[in-house]
C-alpha cells in the first residue's frame, strides 16, 4: 500500500522508501497525538529518532535490533520528549536539539543533549544527511529537519513549527508569530519547491505546494 502519512495512537505505522533512506511514522498518546519519525539508511542499516515523544514500550521495539545512533529532539515543550530518558537508556544514542532549547530539553527531562545544533548544521544518518533549519517562534529553539533527497522531492520534517492549515502556536505573543511565519515563509516556502513533503509533530503530512496559496491568509488572521 502507498504511504498516506496518516496515523493515530495505537495504531500500525505508516512507512516509505526512498531511495537512500526509509521513513516510518508513528502516533503515541491519545490525549496529545505526538508524530515520531524513524529514519533508517538503506545501505548502512544506521537509524536516527526525531522526537521521543512517549509510550517508549512501543518505541523501543519499534527501534529494534538495528538500535539507534541519534534522537534528534525537535523543540523544548513537553510533549515530544517524554520518552526520551528511556529510550537514550536503552540505546545509548546521542541527543541532538537546538541550542537555545538545549537547557530546557535537559532541565525536563535529564537528559544531557550531547550536540545543540542550528541554522545550516547537518546531521549524518548513514550515506545521506539532514540539513537543519532553525524556525524560531513557536520555542526559540525550535528546528526543522531537511533531507533533500537526490532522487526526488525533499522531505522536511517540521515539528510543531509548520502543519497543514498554518503555523505552529505561539500562544498569542505577536513578536513570537511574527518571527514564526517569517522564518516559515522565509527559510521554506521561498526556498523549498511545491513538491516538498513534510511532516509535523502532530496529525497529517501535506505538501507545500498544497499550503502555499494561504501564506498571506495565515500572516493576515495572525495564527
Not at 517508549?56 to 534528534?72: D, F, K
Not at 522531492?153 to 515539528?159: D, N, Y
Not at 501535506?206 to 495572525?222: I, K, Q, V
Request: hydrophobic content about 35%; charged content about 20%.
Amino acid at each position: 500500500m502507498s504511504y498516506t502519512g496518516s496515523v493515530r495512537p495505537g495504531g500500525l505505522y505508516d512507512g516509505r522508501d526512498l531511495t537512500h533512506i526509509a521513513i516510518h511514522k508513528v502516533a503515541v498518546d491519545p490525549a496529545m497525538s505526538n508524530n515520531c519519525y524513524l529514519l533508517r539508511c538503506r545501505h548502512t542499516g544506521e537509524q536516527l529518532l526525531i522526537d521521543a515523544a512517549a509510550e517508549p514500550e512501543r518505541l523501543v521495539p519499534w527501534i529494534g535490533a538495528g538500535g539507534l545512533s541519534t534522537v534528534v529532539t525537535t523543540h523544548q515543550h513537553w510533549d515530544h520528549h517524554r520518552a526520551l530518558a528511556a529510550v537514550v537508556a536503552a540505546t545509548g544514542a546521542e541527543v541532538i536539539a537546538g541550542e537555545p532549547d538545549a537547557a530546557a530539553i535537559t532541565e525536563q527531562t535529564g537528559v544531557p543533549v550531547t550536540r545543540t545544533v542550528g541554522q545550516g548544521d547537518r546531521i549524518r544518518l548513514g550515506e545521506s544527511e539532514l540539513e537543519v533549519i532553525a524556525v524560531r517562534g513557536h520555542t526559540p529553539g525550535s528546528i526543522c529537519l531537511l533531507y533533500d533527497d537526490p532522487a526526488g522531492p525533499p522531505h522536511l520534517f517540521t515539528g510543531d513549527s509548520l502543519f497543514p492549515g498554518g503555523v505552529g502556536n505561539t500562544f498569542g505573543d505577536e513578536a513570537a508569530f511574527e518571527q514564526l511565519i517569517n522564518d516559515v515563509e522565509e527559510r521554506i516556502f521561498q526556498r523549498l519547491p511545491d513538491d516538498t513533503w513534510f511532516y509535523p509533530g502532530h496529525g497529517d503530512d501535506s505538501t507545500l505546494g498544497r499550503e502555499r496559496p494561504s501564506l498571506a491568509e495565515w500572516r493576515e488572521r495572525g495564527w
